[in-house]
């Protein structure tokens, strides 16, 4: 492993690859945010507590996700998506099993944050790599 820089010192939580790109620059980054966001959350409940203030991350994860619910459902809307609706109603469902969760009371819950995690990564993972990319599909037709 003569390549190795730091980087790939410590292997991610998530790590994004080109399978994930959705063929928009602007949303590729978004996804990328989003995911170094998780990454960080998970660094944070994981023995760099010093490094990550878990509250200031959520409270970014917050933030961060509506800024880009909006600015995918604004593209989606710009290119008549005729999925609009359900993948919409896909992204509430995921705010909504979030906020179930009570994170704003006390960030400190290891088992609530581990659950939170776990549904982050396979909910953001999924999300991309199926219903995203169906509008990837629609815009390429
Ligand atoms: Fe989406």
């Known amino acids: 492993m003569g390549l190795n820089n730091k980087e ?14 959705v063929e928009n620059t602007v949303l590729d980054n978004q996804h990328k945010y989003l995911i170094k966001i998780i990454n ?3 660094n944070g ?3 760099d507590e ?6 200031t991350i959520i409270d970014e994860l917050w933030r961060y996700t509506d800024v880009h619910l909006k600015t995918e459902e604004k593209m989606l809307q710009n290119i008549n998506y005729h999925q ?3 993948h919409i109603q896909l992204h509430g469902e995921m705010v909504e099993k979030i906020k179930s969760w009570n994170l704003t ?3 400190n819950e290891k088992e609530e944050l581990t659950a939170l995690l776990d549904f982050l990564k396979k909910w953001w993972t999924n999300h991309i ?4 990319h169906k509008y990837v599909e629609f815009m390429q037709s």
Do not use: R
Request: net charge negative; charged share 30%; hydrophobic share 30%.
């Open 50 to 55: 010093g490094q990550y203030n878990v509250k």
């Open 129 to 132: 790599l199926i219903e995203d």
């Open 8 to 21: 790939n010192e410590k292997a991610e939580f998530i790590i994004w690859t080109e399978k994930y790109s």
């Open 40 to 42: 960080n959350l998970y």
């Open 105 to 107: 009371s006390d960030c």
């Open 84 to 86: 609009l609706d359900s």
């Open 45 to 47: 409940t994981h023995g």
